[in-house]
């Protein structure tokens, strides 16, 4: 009797064999020491693109860890996983741009290490993709989102920050800072191109882009926990995110993105 199931027999196929042509989703996951979260978040995304059937790469773009997340992906030995490696941390931006550089499927997708928005929300931003948006963004603030308890500090940031942004930048986006972001090919090559910021606030450069460069933007309601471990520091990533938005409005006044 065959056990074999088809979503197994897609997986193994994926885990042992070069995905030759047109891809149809890179997946890119920064990652900077996160080898306690780095496995259970590749299984995560390997279970459910096999069960979707879709032909896909997974890129690790690791930020110069120092622990043990580049061996772990490593020994994986998986033929359709690939590690990019940086030399030194150099930031979460910085990451995902070499990710972007790298990718080759027709959608890119961008998704944080710890998997806070499940991979099952990826069927929703890839509708709007075929829709025919050009960038579809997981939105904590949609209406529809689903967001599991955060803390009261991180709630009063997430609020002021949105204000702070819709302020100094004009981004027409409730959420800007949820880490599950499908691009299409184009758009993610563009856009990281011209990308300048590489610590936590990236996001902002990115999606002011993408509405410099008049791509079409989707917000799409998602699931979301906060996730134990989590590497944000509200008061130091609020000062950096003031600093961003300043250097991204200073980049605009000198033409830095004139000619991307």
């Not at 773009?61 to 996983?81: E, K």
């Amino acid at each position: 009797m065959n056990t074999v199931t088809p979503t197994y027999a897609a997986y193994a196929q994926w885990r042992d064999v070069v995905c030759e042509g047109e891809l149809d989703v890179s997946v890119v996951i920064p990652a900077y020491n996160e080898q306690e979260r780095i496995i259970p978040t590749i299984g995560a995304f390997a279970a459910e693109m096999a069960r979707l059937g879709l032909k896909w790469e997974l890129i690790i773009s690791d930020d110069g860890s120092s622990d043990a997340t580049r061996t772990l992906v490593g020994l994986m030995g998986h033929a359709n996983v690939r590690l990019v490696e940086a030399p030194a941390n150099a930031g979460k931006g910085a990451a995902v741009r070499r990710g972007f550089t790298a990718a080759r499927g027709r959608m890119v997708l961008f998704s944080d290490a710890d998997n806070a928005t499940p991979v099952q929300e990826l069927e929703g931003l890839i509708a709007r993709i075929e829709a025919g948006a050009d960038v579809a963004i997981g939105s904590r603030a949609a209406d529809g989102a689903d967001v599991g308890e955060r803390s009261l500090l991180r709630r009063a940031m997430s609020a002021g920050l949105r204000t702070v942004v819709r302020v100094g930048l004009g981004i027409g986006v409730e959420d800007t800072q949820c880490g599950f972001k499908l691009f299409t090919l184009n758009a993610a090559h563009r856009i990281s191109h011209a990308q300048t910021v590489e610590g936590f606030s990236f996001d902002l450069e990115v999606l002011h882009l993408a509405e410099r460069f008049d791509y079409s933007i989707a917000e799409v309601p998602v699931r979301w926990y906060d996730v134990p471990g989590s590497k944000v520091r509200p008061v130091r990533d609020a000062l950096r995110f003031f600093s961003s938005i300043a250097r991204i409005r200073l980049n605009g006044i000198r033409g830095v993105y004139k000619n991307a």
